[in-house]
């Protein structure tokens, strides 16, 4: 995934998908799709505390949960709100891995709507940066 970084000057404020919240869910959202090539600007506030399950609950209607199956909330279809949130409830276990799977479903479902909705983005991976010169050190991206 390209990762970049817009600094003053920089008048490059198209993006295809928003993610707010970095967190375990977010991140592997706004991986996928950078990774599918779509333009996704991070939004991370930092030092929150974690999401609690059921926030913003899943279900089968809108009249009693937030979300459909694919997170994506009832009353808005461009959003999707990803996360532990979208549990009902929580086992004895760790939800990570659950909630990653059902991130990753739910990537998979707003990449087809960006392409439905036919969003002027390079659909191809980028393409790997170029040597740096040997005389400079590689800046971590
Ligand atoms: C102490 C602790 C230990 C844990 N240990 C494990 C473990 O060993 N194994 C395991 O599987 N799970 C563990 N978990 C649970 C795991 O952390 C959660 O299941 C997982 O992080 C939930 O992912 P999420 O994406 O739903 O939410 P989060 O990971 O909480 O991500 C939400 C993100 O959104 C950001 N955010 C919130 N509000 C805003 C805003 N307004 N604007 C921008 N950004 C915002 C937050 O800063 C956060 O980065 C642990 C949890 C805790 C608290």
Redesign the pocket.
Known sequence: MRVRRNGPGSDDTRWDAVV???????SLVAQRLGARGWRVLV??????A??AGGTHLMGDAPGTSVVDQWQRCWDHPNLYAV???SMPSLGTS????T?AALALRSAERIHQDLLALRRPAALSAPSPPSSPPSSSPSEPS
Do not use: D, I, K, Y
């Not at 707010?20 to 977010?26: D, H, I, S």
């Not at 760790?94 to 891995?97: E, I, R």
């Open positions: 707010v919240g970095a967190g375990f869910a977010g939004l991370e506030a930092g030092r929150t974690p999401t996360g532990c949130g760790n939800p990570s891995l909630m």
